[in-house]
């Protein structure tokens, strides 16, 4: 399997314009996760899902943020409009329920928002 | 949660073991304890999870008290490669639990292993 895939890796865009950000877990897993990195923040949590079914989404930051799992292959979040706060690494991982806390990322989309 | 403490910043020598500790003093009887590593530029990386007394892998050593109020995370012989973040997490393993999948991660220690 080829991991957890993310594009785009790199994206530079305006304040104010929508961000699409794609993630495909690994096949047969059945949890995905959105994290968010920044030097001040660290690593956080936004949202997860099981079998495409949003779980928790309490670490969604605001409603300008949105994420869809439309199938087990393929998930987005999306932040409409974006801000320059919202500059950070955005990782998507999934993982295989069970009994473990093993979670595999993928390599992150570094959004810098001007 | 529980709320994990360890140390900002360690460093080391190519071929010296590392403990690297971490304190968790509210952990649930249903957490276990996971150790991630994050070299720049990627995705954390899981290390190993345990609950305790002690699990070895490929990789590392993860010791964990009676009491598992603490835990260290141990790698043999490091090298170059191993400089990166170490981030100690708690958390319930058993999916649907009401934790799981809510992995905290702290700021975790940077290792710097020096030639």
């Known amino acids: 399997d080829a991991g957890v895939i993310q594009s785009p890796r790199h994206e530079v865009t305006e304040m104010g314009q929508e961000v699409t950000l794609r993630c495909k877990p690994i096949s047969g897993h059945d949890y995905l996760f959105w994290y968010r990195q920044t030097m001040m923040r660290g690593l956080e949590l936004l949202i997860y899902?099981?079998?495409?079914?949003?779980?928790?989404d309490s670490g969604m930051p605001e409603d300008r943020f949105s994420a869809k799992m439309p199938n087990a292959s393929f998930s987005t979040l999306k932040i409409q409009p974006s801000e320059p706060r919202d500059s950070a690494v955005y990782f998507c991982?999934?993982?295989?329920?069970?009994?473990?806390?093993?979670?595999?990322f993928g390599p992150g989309t570094r959004l810098t928002v001007l | 949660l529980a709320k994990t403490t360890q140390p900002i910043s360690m460093d080391s020598y190519e071929g010296q073991e590392v403990n690297i500790t971490c304190s968790h003093n509210n952990i649930a009887t249903n957490d276990y304890i996971t150790w991630y590593q994050q070299f720049p530029s990627q995705g954390p990386r899981f290390i190993i999870q345990g609950y305790k007394t002690k699990v070895t892998n490929e990789v590392a050593s993860l010791f964990i008290p009676a009491d598992r109020k603490s835990s260290t995370l141990s790698l043999p012989r490091v090298s170059l490669s191993d400089t990166a973040v170490y981030y100690c997490?708690?958390?319930?393993?058993?999916?649907?639990?009401?934790?799981?999948?809510?992995?905290?991660f702290g700021q975790g220690t940077i290792l710097t292993v020096h030639p």
């Open positions: 997490l708690v958390g319930d393993i058993n999916a649907g639990g009401t934790s799981y999948g809510k992995l905290t």
């Open positions: 991982a999934s993982s295989f329920g069970g009994r473990s806390n093993e979670q595999f």
């Open positions: 899902f099981n079998n495409n079914v949003p779980i928790d």
